[in-house]
């Protein structure tokens, strides 16, 4: 199983680029970073996990800068988002990042992608709540347009391209309905978003990884419908707090990994952490 990390960088906490180099150096996996452009205060979207929204989601680094120095700065680490709020962003625009941070990096780029929660957030980018899922998916559409080995055109509801010349492209070849980086997209179980990660994703990432004993046959089901290929579904548990047990029952689950959970600490606070949950990765033999 591969071991990777999350953790809100901000102005406050250990660097992109010490955190990174640490990170390989260890032999962890992966490392994965959220995104918020900016929480208005005036705000009645209740945070998500209840209580008082912690500080660190109005520092947050923008994701692709902090992943584009942590790539310079490694070989083999994986990176990602968890996850970019797609609606956001202009597509055309963001399609050139992904591709940019993908192929500078030799294709290290998983794109964690995900809805929202903030409804004031996504409103200053002029995003309808209602229908931002849809958005999100005409978006996809546009980027994967972009990202094709032809120029390829694309017209739906929300946006639309000309076949153009686009270059970079992503390193991975297409699979399936996929083209581009490596897709998962985040959000709570349901035929919604279980149907979308069938039509246009590698897999999904789940918050917090509960109640997969349940979901996981529903979303197998829902990636048959889609024709897709059983074997290629992938489901990587997000922001965990780890345990033995927790880990070993993923592994019976065939999960092949796992992102944990770190805290917008400091760097001697983050590095003592990643000290501890060193005895998690494989060559500790404590996951299978």
């Known amino acids: 199983m591969r071991i990777a990390v999350t953790i809100f960088l901000t102005d406050e906490t250990i660097t992109p680029t010490r955190l990174a180099r640490e990170l390989e150096e260890r032999g962890f996996a992966g490392l994965y970073l959220p995104e918020h ?5 005036e705000r009645t ?52 990042q992904i591709a ?15 809805y929202g929660w903030n409804v004031e957030e996504a409103a200053d980018h002029g995003v309808e709540w209602r229908t931002r899922r849809e958005l999100v998916r005409d978006r996809m559409a546009v980027m994967r347009a972009l990202w094709s080995a032809r120029p390829t055109a694309y017209q739906g509801p929300y946006a639309s391209v000309r076949a153009s010349d686009a270059h970079p492209k992503p390193v991975q070849r297409p699979r399936g309905p ?32 509960r109640g997969l004993s349940e979901s996981l046959p529903v979303l197998r089901a829902a990636w048959a419908d889609a024709g897709r290929d059983p074997s290629a579904l992938q489901v990587v548990p997000y922001a965990v707090q780890p345990s033995p047990g927790k880990l070993a029952y993923y592994a019976d689950l065939g999960i092949e990994e796992v992102v944990l959970q770190l805290p917008p600490a400091g760097e001697k606070e983050v590095l003592g952490l990643l000290d501890d949950c060193a005895r998690y990765l494989p060559a500790a033999g404590v996951v299978a």
Do not use: M
């Open 45 to 96: 979207t209740p945070y998500p996990a209840g209580g008082d929204l912690p500080r660190e989601y109005g520092r947050t680094l923008d994701p692709f800068v902090a992943l584009g120095q942590a790539a310079a700065v490694t070989e083999n680490l994986g990176l990602g988002t968890g996850i970019t709020l797609v609606a956001q962003h202009d597509p055309i625009g963001l399609a050139k």
């Open 178 to 209: 996929v083209v581009g980086p490596r897709t998962l997209i985040g959000g709570a179980a349901g035929p919604k978003l279980f149907a979308h990660i069938g039509e246009y994703a590698d897999g999904w990432l789940p918050i917090g990884g």
């Open 100 to 114: 940019t941070l993908d192929h500078l990096s030799g294709g290290r780029f998983t794109l964690g992608l995900g």
């Open 37 to 41: 452009t900016h929480i208005p205060v």
